[in-house]
């Protein structure tokens, strides 16, 4: 402990240099702190947002990841119940819902547009949460009038284009499991935006009950499984796979190419940064340590006359080098968590994504895991570069040590 003692009132006599290292090593902490934090607040987001829109996993045929169908459902589920009944015992499961994806023509009566249509239970709306932002009416609900007609809810620029609002009547038209065509009148019942223009200008919402009778069919697309838990997902899929291994049991991050994307840009970007920030903090502590060394030239000379060993004169160096970076990570650390605080407290907003319309928050997760794993990365930064320049001095001869001026 007295060596710990003996290198901390050593950093003390070089007071304005000791003091810059330490702040170079404390902006250096606290810019891999607050991008790392960025980017495990961006990555946490997307996996939540991937898991939310279509399930944890996702059940469904196998040849309908494989191959082309030649007619809506010809690779769909039938007889889903069991299996749905079997994965709501589960406690980690809290949700299955089953799913149609078809497609079609969507008609005001004078216009006709092409359409992407989602046909879902409403209580998808509940178990999702707010994943759409409603610009009029509402979502599809199980609480409506069972007598009243089917209803729709629409993208706000395909609702632009047919220049409907709720309360209006729209038809859709679409080819049956058979074949021939079908059509059905639904009343708009909300207007909505996902924040994504393409989507927005071909999206829509129909029942599930709703969309078998246009297809004429009572098979699904595939089940959503949601889960309580994400970290649960590979899991859930090992131990129900196996069980029934004509189907296809799919991840959410085998359907989340946007965020794999995300991830791997920013892996780059921000490892790239953090490379620069420890070599600029190796560097400046070198030159410190170099400094330093050259200074005390005279006194390693005189602590080895007296018979200290050349390890225990690198070790001094080496003690007030990691005495440096201690005390810059800590002061880095309180930077960063200032800055995830300030953040929340102002509610700063980053611009829209390429491909959206709509922001998003400005977070920075604090994450102690990665705060302390930099602390140890720039100690030992500083204990390379202090043995780099004490290595070089401790290895003079005595009488040239002595000398020295």
């Not at 065509?181 to 935006?193: K, P, Q, S």
């Not at 600029?280 to 080895?304: C, D, K, P, Q």
């Amino acid at each position: 402990m007295r060596w710990v003692v003996f290198a901390f009132f050593n950093v003390l006599r070089n007071g304005r240099r000791s003091l810059f290292t330490i702040l170079v090593a404390a902006v250096a902490v606290a810019a891999i702190l607050t991008t790392s934090g960025f980017a495990l607040f961006t990555y946490q987001s997307l996996a939540e947002k991937a898991a939310r829109d279509e399930g944890n996993f996702i059940i469904t045929h196998k040849k309908q990841l494989e191959q082309e169908e030649d007619m809506p459902l010809q690779y769909g589920l039938a007889d889903t119940e069991l299996l749905k009944n079997q994965l709501l015992e589960d406690e980690r499961v809290k949700s299955v819902l089953p799913r149609i994806n078809f497609n079609g023509l969507v008609s005001n009566g004078e216009k006709s547009s092409i359409f992407i249509g989602l046909g879902v239970e409403p209580e998808e709306f509940m178990v999702k949460g707010p994943f759409l932002t409603m610009l009029s009416g509402q979502a599809l609900s199980d609480f409506s009038d069972s007598e009243a007609e089917s209803q729709i809810v629409l993208g706000k620029d395909l609702a632009r284009s047919l220049k409907v609002a709720v309360g209006d009547y729209v038809t859709l038209m679409s080819t049956t499991t058979d074949g021939a065509l079908n059509a059905l009148d639904f009343e708009v019942r909300g207007i909505y935006t996902t924040g994504v223009p393409d989507l927005d200008k071909r999206q829509l919402y129909i029942k599930l009950s709703d969309a078998q009778s246009l297809l004429y069919t009572d098979k699904v697309s595939s089940l959503s499984v949601y889960l309580f838990d994400l970290n649960n997902t590979q899991s859930a899929i090992a131990q129900y796979e196996p069980r029934v291994p004509a189907l296809a049991f799919v991840p959410w991050w085998e359907r989340a190419f946007y965020y794999q994307s995300v991830k791997d840009l920013y892996n780059r970007i921000f490892g790239l940064l953090g490379g620069i920030m420890v070599l600029l903090v190796f560097f400046s502590i070198s030159n410190t340590m170099a400094m330093t060394v050259t200074e005390r030239t005279r006194e390693i000379g005189t602590v080895a006359a007296m018979g200290s060993y050349q390890w225990e004169i690198i070790r001094n160096f080496i003690l007030e080098s990691s005495i440096i970076g201690f005390l810059g990570a800590t002061i880095g650390i309180a930077i960063s968590a200032l800055v995830a605080w300030g953040l929340v407290y102002l509610g700063l907003e980053m611009p829209p994504p390429p491909g959206s319309n709509q922001g998003y928050p400005l977070t920075i997760t604090f994450s102690w895991e990665i705060a302390l794993s930099v602390m140890l990365i720039m100690i030992l930064v500083c204990v390379l570069a202090a043995f780099k320049a004490a290595y070089k001095g401790s290895t003079k001869p005595i009488t040239e040590a002595l000398s020295h001026v």
